[in-house]
């Protein structure tokens, strides 16, 4: 059998396997995490790997060119391992460790940094899981009701419960608890299906902590705060990649694959539990608890991810006309779907609108409370479903415009997620076209990420380099733009200060391929404008939620027509509120009530249906521009170009 000797910066793993093997299911199998945006399909060119010693089979090269061909570079997911090899994988194809990122101290007016945020956190603790303590009578001759009777009358003397239920655990062991401890107990009861179950007896002076999760099941990172029941503290947070991420970058992608392999949808239903229970064993080991403490948990993420985590094949999703399985997710036993909290706690998953508006965004609204408010707010989630939510106290109208990752990397030659290395901000002289950039944790650059994309394109079209239509002004002339092959690139950094072994650069073919996202996004908040008869000048106020970096440039953003162009003080960016919105369900049973009534509230507009989109379509190709063909939609930008 051949032996894979994986070299990764420092560490080397050695890996057994059978002749034949796919090279990316080894490499996965290895427990290495490596970029696979297409899924395997062979034609994102992410999984690229470099062998060292020995011969593989090689069924496609895909894009590759001919210098990396002659360097040993491979495809992993076109490749196959018939003998010993030696494989280098390179720090561009791997996804490092997630890292959370705590806005900088930024004191320019323009970004937009999350210190800004002004979500309702105060909220009366009332948690899903909760202790009372009760002293019951003790029974006689007369006063002759069951044990579990007792228990129920003293509980309802303190409050009204309606419906409650008991384990069978629990009522196993209630008569001897009943007269070992006096008649005095403490009654844990957490909420099951709409009504309280009577979980856990402890003795009158057990003192430890309950605890409850907050999970935030992202396409790309997945995050988990560890929450303190009682005091609603929380007391660590955990970020990871999703592991699903080998199996493909987006939603389709991943739906694909589950259609597509035999054994496809229980790989990505194993992979999100799989990272679920990382972060879960990450914030025991940092606290020294108990699984068996963290008594109950509130996850939020998009219908494909929920449909994923029940292991429920999503196929429909994707398929006209878009019906999930399920919006309104009923509690689940935590033993049920394998997580590693106590055996017996309720899972609660928020509830979403249709197949492209999930649990994240109702969270997110719950988060930020635009369902209360008179005022009309704006609600932009750029990540690749683009989610945009309009409204207010009175109504609620959303959309998923399916804006693609490219703000997030995808499709972009020398795009990343936000991660160290990754460029975040450009300026380029206009004489001599030198470039200054700054990266995340200041280290070698090897990629861009959203946030320097943003500002890339609007730096580009502002020195005259690309017109306003993506395209490389034809007079330009420099040694920074060159053809290659059937495309024409600018380098933004040469490779001597590259932290990767090549020149990095930005395609034509990246160009049209972000402005065809935000082409995307603006085009579906037209929509949803034109839909209420509303104009932009009635939005009061625009929230921006997306983990895609440490801040957003607004400027840049409204000049390359991502975001409308209304005042500065207009925008705040709210960073991950679909956690925020799990995290306030979780120790509010009124929260977690209201947001089911936000995702019956909210009115999801089918932006293909046939009677919107002819309209949407127009739109997206209008939007397509720098920063839009209708230039009276973006006075401000257009003042500031009027001397070009
Ligand atoms: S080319 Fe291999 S995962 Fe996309």
């Known amino acids: 059998m ?38 395997g399909a062979g034609s994102c060119g992410k999984c690229q790997v470099i062998v060292k010693e020995g011969e593989v089979n090689q069924l496609a090269q895909g894009s590759l060119s001919p210098d990396k061909l002659k360097q040993g570079y491979v495809l992993a997911c076109q490749t196959e391992v018939i003998e010993d090899v030696r494989i280098e994988i390179p720090p561009e194809s791997r996804l490092s460790e997630h890292q959370i990122f705590v806005a900088e101290e930024a004191e320019d007016e323009e970004l937009l940094t999350e210190k800004e945020i002004q979500i309702a956190e105060k909220i009366e603790l009332d948690p899903l899981y909760k202790r009372v303590d009760l002293e019951l009578d003790e029974p006689t001759l007369v006063n002759n009701a069951s044990d579990l009777d007792r228990l129920y009358t003293g509980l309802n003397q303190r409050h009204d419960w309606p419906g409650l239920t008991t384990s069978l655990s629990v009522m196993e062991d209630l008569a001897s608890h009943l007269r070992d401890n006096n008649w005095q107990t403490q009654v844990s009861l957490a909420l099951a299906n ?17 605890y409850g999760i907050a999970v935030d099941i992202g396409t790309t990172t997945m995050v988990l705060e560890l929450i303190n029941l009682e005091t609603g503290e929380s007391v660590a947070t955990s970020g990871l990649y999703n592991k699903q991420g080998r199996y493909g970058d987006d939603v389709i992608g991943r739906i694909n694959y589950a259609k597509q ?114 005022e009309i707010t704006l609600f932009i989630d750029i990540g690749t479903n683009g ?14 415009c399916s804006a693609g990752p490219a703000f997030e990397g995808g499709g ?69 733009l060159r053809e290659r092959e059937y495309e024409t690139e600018f380098v933004l950094v040469w490779e001597e200060q590259a932290g990767i072994d090549e020149d990095i650069v930005i395609t034509e073919n990246d160009i049209k391929n972000l402005l065809r996202s935000k082409g995307a996004i603006y085009a579906g908040i037209r ?102 063909t209708d230039l009276s939609l973006f006075p401000s930008v257009t003042e500031t170009n009027s001397d070009d």
């Open 412 to 480: 972009i030659e020398y795009g990343m997620r936000a991660m160290s290395g990754a460029i975040e901000f450009f300026e380029i002289d206009e004489d001599t076209y030198e470039i200054k950039y700054s990266t995340i944790n200041a280290r070698p650059p090897i990629g861009v990420c959203g946030s320097g994309l943003i500002k890339l394109i609007a730096t580009l079209n502002e020195v005259g380099i690309i017109n306003r239509s993506g395209k490389f002004e034809s007079d330009f002339e420099h040694e920074r």
């Open 194 to 210: 709409d009504n309280y179950e009577v979980s856990e007896l402890n003795a009158p002076d057990y003192e430890q902590p309950d």
């Open 387 to 400: 989610e945009l939510v309009l409204g207010n106290q009175d109504w609620l109208i959303t959309c998923s």
């Open 527 to 628: 929509m949803m404008l034109q839909n209420m008869s509303l104009t932009e000048d009635f939005i009061e106020e625009v929230l921006v939620a997306g983990g895609f970096g440490n801040y957003i440039n607004i400027d840049d953003a409204k000049k390359i027509g991502l975001l409308p162009d209304l005042p500065n003080d207009k925008f705040k960016f709210v960073g991950n509120t679909s956690l925020k919105g799990a995290k306030m369900s979780l120790l509010s049973k009124e929260k977690f009530d209201q947001v089911n009534e936000i995702a019956n509230k909210m009115t999801y507009l089918e932006l293909s249906a046939e009677d919107q989109s002819q309209e949407f379509m127009d739109e997206f190709v209008s939007a397509q521009f720098i920063p839009h």
């Open 261 to 374: 392999n035999d054994d496809g949808l229980d790989k990505l239903h194993q992979a999100v539990i799989d990272t679920i229970n990382e972060l879960i064993d990450d914030v025991v080991n940092k606290e020294s608890i108990d699984y068996a403490d963290i008594k109950t948990a509130v996850f939020a993420g998009n219908t494909t991810m929920s449909h994923l985590f029940l292991g429920i094949d999503p196929n429909n999703i994707r398929l006209e006309p878009y019906i999930p399985t399920v919006n309104f997710i009923p509690p689940l036993q935590a033993e049920e779907l394998g997580i590693k909290i106590k055996e017996e706690g309720w899972i609660h998953y928020l509830p979403g609108v249709s197949s492209f508006v999930g649990g994240d965004i109702t969270s997110g609204v719950l988060a930020t409370e635009i369902g209360k408010r008179e």
């Open 2 to 39: 051949p032996v894979i000797n994986f070299l990764l910066d420092s560490e080397k793993i050695e890996f057994t396997c059978d002749s034949g093997t796919n090279l990316m299911e080894a490499v996965v199998e290895a427990g290495i995490e490596l970029k696979a945006v297409c899924g």
